[in-house]
């Protein structure tokens, strides 16, 4: 058996494409962080198991979320992901391999309506499948989560398909989100800033857009490239906040 994850917060736009799209799967499960709009409404319409918890960071969330689940395999999908149906028949056959407890599976990411093959956005793999009891998300890492797997993992083809950011203030925002959470792990793992916030940003525009060949994809590279780089520059402002704040607490 197979369960699918999925977490929410207000994705009444997404929530019923994505579930539609996994219908397939034995099990269905929407972990909502306190939707305000009518995605949880939605998601039990569809016949999904929906249930709540305050969202404190995505590690978390998705190892509550493993709990909640009963099936042999777990499979997390975003709320503005879709799953074709060549990926799904191609993860019903890999499950049955039993030499493997994960498998990595690559995304095609639009953004703003276009699909995006440079930039560091393809193949993108995600560690998104794996059996129960083998696999859970490393607490430290708040964002860009990673799984802790036991057991060997291979590569799917198929790709999962990531609806993102529709409008470039819709990416300036998620990022500036995902800057926030990333500040707290370098705080908390020490990390002091120094000449980051000059080599930072720009060693990372030049990454994104030379090394990862980001100019390939026109303007849209360049300005993922951009705000790539005000990523960085942001989770540096944000450590360096904390880092001020500590040293307040520590005077007084």
């Not at 198991?49 to 997390?76: L, T």
């Not at 095609?108 to 083998?134: A, E, S, T, V």
């Not at 500040?183 to 120094?194: D, L, N």
Request: proline share 3%; charged share 25%.
């Amino acid at each position: 058996m197979i369960s699918v994850i999925i977490l929410t917060k207000n994705e009444e736009l997404h929530i019923a494409g994505c579930i539609e799209s996994v219908c397939w799967a034995d099990e269905v499960v929407v972990l909502d962080s306190e939707s305000t709009d009518y995605t949880v409404k939605i998601a039990q319409k569809m016949g999904a198991k929906v249930f709540s918890r305050p969202f404190f960071n995505f590690a978390e969330q998705r190892n509550a979320a493993i709990d909640m689940v009963k099936s042999d395999w777990i499979f997390f999908v975003d709320a503005d992901e879709r799953v074709s149906a060549q990926l799904a028949a191609e993860i019903t056959a890999a499950i049955n391999e039993q030499k493997y407890t994960g498998f990595w599976i690559p995304r095609h990411n639009y953004q703003m309506g276009k699909l995006i093959l440079h930039c560091g956005l393809y193949p993108d793999h995600q560690l998104r499948l794996f059996r129960k009891g083998k696999g859970h998300y490393d607490p430290s890492q708040k964002v860009h989560e990673k799984v802790i797997l036991d057991g060997a993992s291979c590569y799917l083809k198929h790709p999962l398909i990531h609806i993102s950011c529709e409008t470039w203030q819709d990416f300036i925002d998620h990022q500036k989100r995902y800057a926030h959470l990333k500040s707290e792990m370098q705080f908390e793992r020490g990390v002091k800033p120094t000449y980051h916030f000059v080599a930072g940003p720009v060693l990372e525009f030049l990454r994104r857009y030379i090394v990862l060949q980001g100019y390939r994809d026109g303007l849209h590279g360049l300005y993922l490239s951009c705000v790539f780089a005000y990523y960085y520059f942001i989770m540096f402002v944000n450590l360096r906040q904390l880092w001020k704040t500590r040293s307040r607490q520590t005077a007084a």
